[in-house]
């Protein structure tokens, strides 16, 4: 391992090249070996992965069937096909995958992924300087958008009805959503529609149709805070910009996404290329009350800024924010 103090992103390159190096020699150490009579046929040894963190050096014969049955060495790929909340899950098993699950290996393949805006040289520089060296920490730590699910607003207002028969001042309650979802590449995808959570979820992805009205988008990301923007495409360009702020109900969750800011204004024709370009990039620096179309003026808007609620796709189909507005009138985010 290298030291925090190193003062130049030269040394961390040349450090970083040492590590993953070195990361991949994780599963050929300290290691016990198997008896496996059917691979010593054809002269190979295998030696699988330990749990990791484990000092014995004695042989250790688990008790347990599926332990028995599984080798250590399948056990470990398996794990390494898992997302970083099935591990979790897993980890709560026994004590030999608490043990396993620990090991680096997983959670340094997880951050990466989830920063990979930020550069592998730069993410190595952030968990030596704030997570002691630790990828499982960083992971539970570091502030960190979601990309296995759908973050949902879910707001509502109430509009005057007509009068009839002996009901004399009618209001309806009408409701409807924002949703979001991110990719780990910098890019999002934006809807509002007064469809349930469970109808978007099906078409919220970058092959939707004109006709879904799913609009694309580019975000950044700096510790606890998200800028967006998006184009609206029409004959008057309007750019969709957004100021979020990352959070969670427990540690590490980052199931809530604050809406601080979200502002409306105008693009000459001449700025854009069309509704892929990256927008983010030509508005970030603008002030809030700043427009380049004097048609679409800059507008704060002051509603409909309910926080955003974070839903997993496995949970889209169960999820509250699917009940009518008779059974749930408003809804609490926490």
């Known amino acids: 391992m290298y ?12 450090k970083l090249v040492v590590e993953l190096e070195t990361a991949a020699q994780l599963r050929a150490s300290h290691f016990i070996f198997p ?21 014995s050096s004695k042989q250790f014969v688990d008790p347990a069937l599926i332990h028995r049955v599984l080798p250590d060495e399948l056990l470990f790929e398996i794990f390494s096909r ?28 997880a951050c990466l992924k989830a920063w990979q805006i930020a550069g592998v040289v730069e993410n190595y520089k952030v968990l030596q300087l704030k997570y002691d060296g630790s990828w499982r920490k960083m992971w539970l730590l570091r502030p960190r958008i979601r990309t296995d699910g759908i973050y949902v607003s879910r707001n509502t207002y109430i509009r005057p009805g007509v009068a009839e028969w002996k009901i004399s001042n009618p209001v309806h309650i009408v409701c409807y959503y924002r949703y979001m979802r991110f990719y780990p590449s910098g890019r999002f995808l934006y809807k509002n529609s007064s469809q349930k959570v469970k109808d978007v979820a099906k078409y919220l992805n970058f092959h939707a149709s004109k006709a879904d009205c799913v609009f694309r988008g580019n975000y950044t990301q700096s510790e606890d805070k998200v800028e967006a923007a998006l184009l609206y495409p029409g004959t008057r360009p309007t750019v969709l910009r957004f100021r979020l702020r990352l959070r969670g109900t427990t ?36 002030e809030e009350d700043e427009t380049h179309n004097p048609d679409v003026p800059a507008i704060s808007h002051k509603r409909g800024l309910t926080p955003f609620v974070f839903v997993p796709f496995e949970e889209v189909e169960t999820s509250v924010l699917n009940l009518p507005v008779e059974k749930m009138d408003y809804y609490v985010p926490g």
Request: proline share 8%; glycine share 10%.
């Open 3 to 14: 030291s925090p103090k190193a003062g130049s992103g030269e040394d961390y390159t040349v």
């Open 251 to 286: 540690q590490g969750a980052n199931n809530r996404m604050d809406l601080l800011a979200l502002l409306t204004s105008g693009v000459n024709d001449n700025e854009v290329n069309g509704p892929d370009e990256d927008i983010l990039g030509i508005v970030e620096r603008w």
């Open 82 to 109: 898992m997302d970083p909340y099935t591990l979790g899950r897993a980890a709560c098993v026994c004590r030999k995958w608490r043990y396993t699950i620990r090991n680096p290996v997983f959670w340094r393949s």
């Open 35 to 55: 008896q496996r009579p059917w691979l010593d046929l054809y002269g190979i040894n295998v030696r699988p992965v330990p749990p990791f963190g484990s000092t």
